[in-house]
């Protein structure tokens, strides 16, 4: 493994092997597919990774690292048959510092209006648990703030011209059950509507699906 040692000790630039690389389970972003994932593979078969992925030690795996920052360019390189990736190793981190790298280097490379709503809502829910934890202010009431969130991501956000009121539905929309969440990302509920399911108890939540699945069924055998 070939490495140099950065000037921030908590830091280590290596080229590492690509099968050292494990993702995160509990990261609430996809891996690109379709066009954007196309795009992405032919831009580092062209250009290679312009900025190093972010990793560290894997709590699980001994010898393994976990992907903070950069899933989608692994995915790529792995499709293309890179065998080692230019990595940041962050050292000596703590859960709550790794999950604030994967959910504001997420904002900042993807975009908000790039982010389906489920993910949007479970990044947001996150970063607020991450806050809370720190003890730091976690008023949602001013979430836009930066009471709690950092003040680049608070600009990310206010770019996409969210009002508070917009920012409180996404983050009810975390507490809705996973097939309600898929509704919305495919637009069949509204984020509003889904925000006002989401004061529903799960079992109530879970009978609504029976019902729209029940109802779609019968509609399919009337045709």
């Known amino acids: 493994?070939?490495?140099?040692?950065?000037e921030n000790r908590n830091e280590t630039v290596v080229l590492l092997p690509i099968d050292k690389l494990e993702y995160l389970d509990n990261t609430p972003f996809n891996i690109y597919n379709g066009a954007k994932k196309d795009k992405l593979i032919d831009s580092i078969r062209e250009n290679g990774i312009i900025n190093p992925i972010i990793v560290r030690a894997s709590k699980e795996n001994m010898g393994m690292y976990s992907v903070l920052s950069g899933a989608n360019r692994v995915d790529a390189c792995r499709i293309i048959g890179e065998d080692r990736v230019k990595t940041?190793?962050?050292?000596n981190i703590t859960d709550e510092e790794?999950?604030?790298?994967v959910i504001d280097t997420n904002f900042y490379t993807r975009g908000i209006?790039?982010?389906?709503?489920?993910?949007?809502?479970k990044s947001l829910h996150l970063r607020n648990e991450v806050t809370k934890r720190q003890g730091k202010r976690?008023?949602?009431s001013n979430v836009t703030t930066s009471c709690t969130l950092s003040s680049k991501l608070c600009d990310r956000i206010k770019d996409f011209k969210f009002s508070q009121r917009n920012m409180y539905y996404y983050i009810r929309l975390y507490?809705?059950?996973?097939?309600l969440l898929s509704y919305i990302d495919n637009n069949i509920i509204s984020i509003r509507a889904g925000a006002e399911l989401s004061y529903l108890k799960i079992e109530e939540q879970e009978e609504?699906?029976?019902l729209v699945t029940k109802s779609k069924y019968k509609d399919r055998k009337s045709t």
Do not use: G
Not at 1 to 6: D, G, K, T, V
């Open 88 to 91: 940041i190793i962050k050292n």
């Open 138 to 140: 976690n008023d949602i």
């Open 175 to 179: 507490s809705l059950i996973p097939e």
């Open 1 to 6: 493994m070939l490495f140099r040692s950065s």
């Open 98 to 101: 790794a999950m604030l790298i």
């Open 113 to 121: 209006d790039e982010m389906l709503p489920s993910e949007l809502a």
């Open 208 to 210: 609504l699906v029976n």
